[in-house]
């Protein structure tokens, strides 16, 4: 046992074998900004998620207006966003920057760093047992190349042209040819630059993840012990290791093509009246490349997710997780899949229809893995003795907006009903339920389930309760009603429907939906202002264990250390869901069997 | 001032929520933690099962609202589109009852099984019996509606019948343009490099096919109960032609020619009787993101009985005279043979 704590180690403070030693030549810098310490560099990206998270929905907050008022002028956003909103009304270029935008924040700064990288770097090594990440330095440059990815893309949204603005699927030849659109000028430079140094960081973010599950679980910590979280995160970290570097290649070409006079993309063009020299590009291709990662990365968002629902649900029902080997195999199966189904996104682009039918098969058999994972989820809730905690409600809603987003996605799957909803506001909604909404949820259950772990604080609970209800509430009433709109035919990123006889009719429900998105929004800030005001003054916590759980993180001291434990590292001696085993109420898992115990 | 009153009113509810949670949590410490804890157990419990009821009910009020707005009641306008929406209401029945079920469950267990001091929880960690049901089960239902699904999706996207009409959309930043081949029913050659702005679709009118082809914009006519075989361009970026009365949509990709075609079942005038509404349009949205004007891409389609589309076809000039307007017969001969004639007895030229 002591070997592997001694060489964990080593691996950290370069040397000293006690993490006593070393705090004392801590300085600001090395703890709070440089840091290789996996949960303050967990803690950083949470901060700069949340910080990604309240821009990226302001911006769906003001492009709502637009498409909730779109016959009134409001003065004040003139005054906020000067020529982009002359008049008081968002200029079409501006309205498809601020959809753009969201989409990009949201899907990779947000629900890709901000929840994999806060969770992953928190949860991993605390939950398998080990001091630290396999290399934290290579941790801490991840979060300083999303930091930097950070960076380019903020400065992106102060170019003169713009910021990127031809969705944040990026399409070429829309986002090939400054000629195309004010966005696709210096703003979708930035954007692909950005993107480049995003995907470094998640590349060493995900090995480091892998590498550590690997080899540093401490004693008796066996693969088919690990909490449900951390399979979770690896299937994860897998999927990123070998998706992401295909969105790079991708990438990378669109710069040459845009940049360097290449036809990886381009074909037969003729744009703002000059007949381009480019020929035998193929403009498909490129969404092949980012669909290869685009439908993994739905997963790389939605498995944490799952897994974190899963522990939190089965910690609070007090009962095992139902069916741990199929939840895992699910997790596999999903992760399998992901890689198996990206065409789905491209049945109307003239996809061989042969080819399409495989697509359509592998899309509709990922549903089978999400029922097992939903019905296990519901017997682990069933004759349970549940206490709703904020994370419970949470894992909670979780499961019911997977079951709501996951089952429209049953519609989407099958090639012949996409090629009436392809490209509606049946896909907004979607995808906005099961994707954004249902990660959304899961990072708060990990965020209100752990934040005693991170902070040693809790989140006041008043202000959760009131968190909890108004954003489910809000979210099935803002994307409920939008499953219609796209049955009638509405085609989403559509500035304006005035003159539209077939799309005019929904601009009430367009007003609703969008009051009800300023009100949800409002309440986010309550949660952001609990948030930081509760690291500083929330309720101290007082037992090291709270939620009276299994795994091995509550095994530490309240606030631990660089190095996790004081001591030795724990041994395992069991799976992390033994709830009202024998009689017992929990037994964590680095409690040795008992010579009386039943096996299972 | 308006907007001044609305963040005013908006930071003194935070401030009153604010104070509330402090204040609920200083009771809570003069309460005793447990105490609190377990009654917050119990509203949060009910609340879930009200929220379930309410729920429910508002997707039945959501349904009573929107339904009659959606394209179901007034049927698809394309023979091929009915097997979209029967497959549609097959769908919806199945992940509705899925969705019910599902739902009910998670909210009826929660509020049933909330934290009692007289409950212990069960310990059950796995049950291969159930779990084989649960797998098993959604496998067959989803092999049934894949089967079912591709069944239309091969009829849709197959080739088009032989006797089909042959349009020839071209998609550009922000408008469509079509192309009828003309009486020997064969389009003419297109180089885009040949683009001008007034040959704009860069038609070869050294290829004599090209000569009594016929050019419109934003317009497009078809008649009705005769497949129409859409051959789909574009000239700049992605767009998509998204027919959605016709229940079809297919990209418009530069450089690589897409091809869809449909039955269309209903005249624009009988629809606007079937609907009731004088201004009913089919209309072509643009369905694929395509630059700044891309919410303004508006194509409109006529569907008309055989007799008036061949009048409109008729009365239409080749563009052949338009690009060339000093080649055009005088008077404009209407009788598309004898425009193929003419046509072919003058020399090309550009």
Redesign the interface.
Known sequence: MSSVATLHGADVHGGHDSHHEHHHHETFISKYVFSQDHKMIARQFLITGIIWAIIGGLFSVVFRFQLGYPDSTFPWLEDIFGHWAAGGKLKPEFYYALVTMHGTILVFFVLTAGLSGTFANFLIPLQIGARDMASPFLNMLSYWFFFLASVIMFSSLFVQTGPASGGWTIYPPLSALGDASSGSKIGMDLWLVSMAMFIVSSLLGGLNYITTILNMRTKGMSMTRMPLTVWSLFFTAVLGVLSFPVLLSGAILLLFDRNLGTSFYLSDIVIAGKILPNEGGSAILFQHLFWFLGHPEVYIILLPAMGMSSEILATNSRKPIFGYMAMVGSLFAIAILAFLVWAHHMFVTGLNPFLGSFFVLLTLLIAVPSAIKVFNWLTTLWRGNIRFTPGMLFAIGFVSLFISGGLTGIFLGNSALDLHLHDTYFVVAHFHIVMGVASFFGMFAGVYHWFPKMFGRYLNNTMAYIHFWVTIIGAYLIFWPMHYEGLAGMPRRYYDFANWESFKMFGGLNEFISLVAMIVFAVQLLFVFNFFYSIFKGRKVTSTNPWGSNTLEWTTPIKPGHGNWPGEIPEVYRGAYDYAKDGKEFIPQNVPVGADETSH | MK?FLMVAL?VLI?VV??Q???A??YV?VLKGEEKT?KQ??RI??F??LG?LVV?LF??WY??E???G????PQGSASVE?E??DE??LI?IA??GL??VI??V???W??YK????DN?????????TK??LI??TI??IV?AV??VF??R???K???DAPKDAIVVEVTG??FGWEYRYPGADKVLGKKD??L?T?TNSL?VDFNDPASLDDIHVSTTMHIPVGVPIKMVINA????H?V?L??F?????A????P??QWFTPKITTADMRAKTGNP???Y?I????????????M?GVIIVETMEEYRKWLAEQKPEYFTVFPDKAPKPIITDTVAVKQTAQLLPAKK
């Not at chain 2, 099984?113 to 009692?116: A, L, V, W």
């Not at chain 2, 000239?235 to 992605?238: E, H, N, P, S």
């Open positions: 907007e908006g935070f929520i604010f509330i949670a402090k609920s949590e809570s804890r917050n157990n949060n419990a609340i879930l929220f729920g508002g997707a959501c349904n609202l929107y339904y707005k959606t394209l179901f589109g097997k979209i497959m549609m769908t199945v992940t899925v969705f599902t739902q469950l998670l909210f267990f929660a099984y909330q934290e009692s409950r212990k929880a069960f310990y059950f960690a796995h049950s159930l779990e649960w797998t959604p496998a989803l509606l894949v699904g591709l239309v999706w091969f849709m996207t197959g550009h930043q885009y490099k683009t702005t860069g000239q700049d970026v992605i998509d998204g959605s009365h229940r079809i949509k297919m990209d990709v530069p450089g690589i897409t091809t201004n009913f349009t209309e949205s643009c369905d694929q993101m395509c630059g700044a004007g891309h919410f303004s508006r």
